[in-house]
């Protein structure tokens, strides 16, 4: 059983940057995918951003592309998600998710293939 915690969520001005990290505890594979997405007030919980290892680049939805970074420590069993130029479009709780093998690049993108979850970390972007 994997368990994900995030954290770095919080209220900040357009433009500004936050960085959310998930930590991973439990077992977990050789091989594995983990990702981001957010949902907003009334609307659907969307794709945000995902990587996969042992190999694979990461890839981002339209919405983050050219603004957040996502990352993955393997010492520190942490994955991060670097977001900056955040706009109020941004407002959303953001979720980590993690699944035990690599998903394939087409289905990273799909939430229900995604096996555990975080908490959720609230990201407020107002003036």
């Known amino acids: 059983q994997v368990q994900l915690v995030e954290s770095g969520g919080g209220l900040v001005q357009p433009g500004a940057s936050l960085r959310l990290s998930c930590v991973a505890s439990g077992r977990t594979s050789s091989s594995g995918t983990m990702g981001w997405f957010r949902q907003a007030p009334g609307k659907e919980r969307e794709f945000v951003a995902a990587?996969?290892?042992?190999?694979?680049?990461?890839t981002y939805s339209d919405a983050a592309k050219g603004r957040f970074t996502i990352s993955r420590d393997n010492a520190m069993n942490a994955l991060y998600l670097q977001m900056t130029s955040l706009s109020p479009e941004d407002t959303a709780v953001y979720y980590c998710a993690a699944k035990n093998s690599r998903l394939i690049l087409s289905r990273v993108r799909f939430e229900e293939d995604y096996d555990y979850w975080g908490q959720g970390t609230q990201v407020i972007v107002s003036s």
């Open positions: 990587t996969r290892w042992p190999s694979g680049s990461p």
